[in-house]
């Protein structure tokens, strides 16, 4: 069984699962992990550098000491947290507390992946190791981090501030890229804002807004036209 989770700054909504909420999931899961059930899970923590001020990575204690049959494995994006977003680089970190079991969980990731896509962005793992192993590198990019981090952290706030303004209903959002906004008609809603030269992306279950990729004035703005779309779809 493969359980997977992607928090914290969940793409698309935005949501973390706080520390009360993990306990119950591993309680959960830890239950059904009877009678020789493996259960494996996958962490998808891509925005975890982009979700608070490093208080949130103390959920990883969590997984250090659960049952042998329980295996967890961390999908961590070096694209993303080393402010690389396009050189799409990152890393299977494998939690395990049977170290035969990690071994082999290892083995069989480096076989299938090699057999279907060979290896990953070999610049990105020379930028990771490059910075790592120089102080000066590690503290311009800590820097840069911080600062992007601030931006994205600014233009979220400006964009939730005029939502509860205008009435603009939208998924709980604690960090990350995007916030999602529910509505009916989605895909009409998108082209409705296409007539306002506004590009949005439509989900299943409804919108996807990009604070990574808008200017703090913008994300002021773009609530009232997200509400105004909706409602003229919705008559």
Known sequence: MLCV????ANNPTGFS???AMWDRILDVIKKRAVD??????L???AYIE?????????????????PENIITTVAYSMSKSYTAYG???GACIIIASNEDIANRAFDSMKHSN??????ITHAGMNILVDIENDEEKKKAYEDELKENRKLIENRADAFIEIAREVGLVHLPYFGGFFISIPCDNQKEVAEKLKEKDMYIVANKN????AVCAVSEEKCKISPKLIKEAIDEVSK
Request: charged residues 25%; aromatic residues 18%.
């Open 114 to 119: 090699r057999s279907i896509w060979s290896n």
């Open 206 to 209: 409804g919108l996807r807004f």
């Open 5 to 8: 989770f992607n928090s914290p």
């Open 43 to 45: 962490l998808d923590v």
């Open 87 to 89: 050189i799409r680089t």
């Open 36 to 41: 020789g059930k493996f259960i494996c899970i």
């Open 50 to 66: 982009f979700a608070g001020d490093g208080s949130q990575k103390k959920f990883f204690e969590k997984f250090s000491s659960l």
């Open 17 to 19: 699962i706080d520390d």
